[in-house]
């Protein structure tokens, strides 16, 4: 990333969810390490795709960097500022800077609200009166994200999905934010509409320079959004790239596990590309792995792999700013079994 400073930077971040047991008095017996030491920066205008399978903690990334969850350990800085564990009011100048978009649509919007009220309320709540007033500024976020402004008195059931989607849009840039994090904004949307969302998003981030954070499990939304990837398993990075050299060159053995998957449209002499499948669910994190969490599902997997847990670096081979957590790191020449002869039973 060229900047000297970046927009967004995480070091570090953890999250434990403390697991409460015993009677009469409950007390702490374990904890679920759903985000367990991460590092990476985000850049002014940059859009950051977060990847992985259901449950490796990229939602509760999102909420930690907005905030909305109070970090285990680790540091969230923005613009150069700790906002880790920043009270209310030390907060209350960043709050307008960073926005969320929700996953589910329906459920994100309040339904006793009117559309008008629902995207002003930011505004309201942060003192902010544009020129023109409040409605005339709703009026022109409607007309942003592709809504008829007449709409301003509308209530969301009135709405589709998709359009409902937009309101969140809308609502998110009431405040001219200056990172958005879209929590898989398009997961619970029509194929049909899908496109439609991700292009207003793109066009948002293109004409008024806003960085994104865009956790989702499509892959192929992803690289169409997104500048550089980041690749989540079970609480960790596990690679991070440039898009074209993440897609093109992956060297982590999960992240050519899931680009397998992706369906692709091939010519008649070219031959489709091998499905990697892997055996064995993810497994808890409750009780991860030792060393490396994906070990237990991975061809490769040897003894140094259970022993020790593999940094994040850039590893021979890679570009600048490719980086591997991975003992093993795969090459163009390798040639990933279709399937895994381990057991992960075993391997654990």
């Known amino acids: ?35 367990d030491g991460l590092d990476f920066q985000v850049g002014e205008g940059e859009a950051l795709g977060l990847v992985g399978e259901s449950g490796c903690g990229k939602s509760t990334t999102g909420r930690l960097i907005t905030r909305l969850l109070e970090p285990t350990s680790g540091t969230i800085s923005y613009r ?69 402004p007449e709409h301003y008195n509308r209530f969301p059931h009135e709405f589709s999905g998709g359009q409902r989607q937009r309101i969140g849009v809308a609502r998110a840039l009431a405040l001219e934010p200056k990172l958005i994090v879209a929590d898989e904004p398009v997961s619970a949307l029509d194929v049909s509409i899908q496109a439609q969302v991700v292009n207003l998003l793109q066009k948002v981030q293109r004409e008024l320079g806003i960085a994104f954070v865009f956790i989702a499990h499509d892959l192929a939304v992803v690289r169409h959004f997104s ?11 596990v690679e991070i790239a440039d898009r074209d050299d993440l897609y093109g060159n992956p060297r982590h053995p999960y992240t050519r596990a899931l680009l397998s998957a992706v369906p692709e449209a091939s010519a008649d002499d070219k031959p489709a590309r091998e499905r990697i499948r892997l055996t064995g669910d993810v497994p808890s994190p409750i009780n991860p792995p030792s060393g490396c969490r994906f ?43 279709p399937r895994l002869a381990k057991d992960p039973e075993a391997a654990a």
């Open 1 to 35: 990333m060229s900047n000297a400073q970046p927009l967004l930077d995480v070091s570090g971040l953890t999250k434990h969810f403390p697991i409460k047991g015993g009677f009469p008095i409950k007390r702490t017996i374990g904890a679920v390490q759903a985000v």
């Open 80 to 148: 150069g500022k700790d906002i880790t564990h920043a009270g209310r009011k030390e907060l209350a100048p960043v709050r307008s800077e960073i926005q969320m978009i929700f996953q589910d649509p329906y459920a994100s919007l309040n339904p006793r609200q009117t559309v008008g009220k629902i995207i002003s309320g930011p505004m309201e709540i942060n003192g902010i009166n544009p020129e023109g007033g409040r409605e005339k500024r709703v009026r022109e976020l409607l007309e942003i994200v592709g809504l008829n």
């Open 227 to 237: 500048q550089r990837v980041a690749v989540m398993y079970l609480g960790k990075i």
């Open 295 to 337: 070990r237990t599902r991975c061809w490769k997997a040897t003894e140094k792999c259970a022993s020790e847990a593999p940094p994040l670096v850039q590893v021979e081979g890679n570009k600048p700013g490719h980086l591997t957590a991975c003992h093993y790191p795969e090459t163009e020449a390798t040639v990933p079994a």
